[in-house]
């Protein structure tokens, strides 16, 4: 039960004698993890005293309790969580803690994937029940990625998929079966988007996909990601460009079409737009 406490100073510590092992964002580059919108997955067996204080985090956290509890905080609030919870921590200012030995999954999820963009007006919250069936995956995920070869990519892809379709079930296990097929319909349509950079998108070509009217499509996106749809093309787009320019030697030129722009200027104008830097910039930050 949420009860009102202090607000706590932004804290970090792992005590000594913690275990935490996790799959690095460099999995990003083979594509293993972006494509499920999961960014980090980790198994932690931690001692008391463990604290996680972070302001302005980028991605959405979520906690699987196997063993122990502790408690998250949102401003005043906070809410105890114990073995067999799951715990959705958003982005924003976070903080959670332990006073007890305890052990648990977690992963980093992208706010900006199509997956998880309608948990951007959600609050911290604890979900009751047994999550035991996610820690084999998430073992055998670490063990698949150890020593990854271009054999393995398959098997950790499909991983990575099936942890992600288990986290669904999760997260949309309170929404009514009319919220739950609205956003499986918009996560598939941006799904389509994503593989499709190039095309020249319209509100006409989004909706005809969905059978919608433009008026209710717009209300659509509102009410799952907070912006409009040409807004949530543009952020696939810039994502897209984000990633090229970090981890490829493509010329923006090459990246501009590849993303659906007309020529490196325009390209170049929204990056900065959306990052607040130069494709320069982007590239020499990797």
């Not at 460009?241 to 501009?256: D, M, P, Q, T, V």
Request: glycine share 8%.
């Amino acid at each position: 039960m949420a009860h009102k406490t202090k607000n706590i100073t932004q804290a970090t510590n792992v005590p000594k004698g913690s275990l935490e092992r996790h799959m690095a964002p460099l999995y990003e580059r083979k594509s293993l993890l972006k494509n499920s919108g999961l960014l980090v997955l980790g198994i932690s067996e931690l001692r008391k005293g463990y604290v996680i204080g972070r302001q302005a985090c980028p991605f959405h956290v979520l906690l699987i309790c196997i063993d122990g509890g502790g408690d998250v905080w949102e401003g005043d609030v906070v809410q105890h969580f114990g073995a067999g919870d799951l715990v959705f921590i958003p982005s924003g200012t976070q903080y959670y803690r332990s006073d007890h030995d305890f052990t648990m999954l977690w992963v980093h999820l992208d706010p900006h994937h199509p997956r998880y963009s309608h948990l951007f007006k959600k609050c911290a919250r604890v979900w009751p029940g047994s999550k035991a069936v996610l820690r084999p995956m998430f073992e055998m995920f670490y063990q698949e990625s150890r020593h990854i070869g271009l054999s393995d990519v398959p098997v950790i892809k499909a991983l990575a998929s099936l942890i992600a379709s288990a986290l669904d079930r999760e997260l949309g296990e309170d929404e009514s079966p009319r919220v739950l097929r609205i956003r499986r319909s918009l996560e598939g349509l941006w799904a389509e988007v994503s593989q499709n950079l190039a095309t020249p998108w319209s509100v006409e070509m989004l909706t005809s996909r969905l059978h919608v009217s433009p008026t209710h499509f717009h209300g659509l996106c509102h009410e799952h990601h907070g912006q409009t749809p040409m807004a949530m093309v543009t952020s696939l787009r810039m994502e897209q460009a984000r990633l090229l320019l970090s981890h490829s030697e493509e010329k923006l030129h090459g990246i501009a079409k590849m993303v659906g722009y007309t020529s490196p200027f325009s390209l170049s104008r929204s990056i900065k737009r959306h990052f607040g830097l130069s494709p320069r910039e982007l590239r020499k930050r990797g």
